[in-house]
């Protein structure tokens, strides 16, 4: 299996956006947030770290905790 699995990243990718517009979307609705000038910009930089750092955990080959 390779460390890198475009699909299977793209997939969290997508994931990732939906989630964070989401969020956006019940703090504006629901708790009268305020979008600011860096919100937009800083969620599209920071959804591909999060997909990546989420990629890497589930591909984890060995299991934590397993040093037998």
Do not use: Q, W
């Not at 990732?16 to 969620?43: H, K, Q, R, W």
Request: glycine content about 4%; proline content about 6%; aromatic content about 14%.
């Amino acid at each position: 299996m390779p460390a890198f699995d475009a699909k299977f990243f793209t997939l969290l990718l997508l994931i990732v956006f939906a989630l964070m517009g989401t969020t956006f979307t019940v703090a504006v609705l629901f708790f009268g947030y305020e979008l600011t000038n860096a919100d937009i910009p800083c969620s599209i930089i920071a959804s591909p770290l999060v997909a990546y750092f989420l990629h890497n955990i589930l591909k984890r080959k060995e299991p934590v905790g397993n040093n037998e």
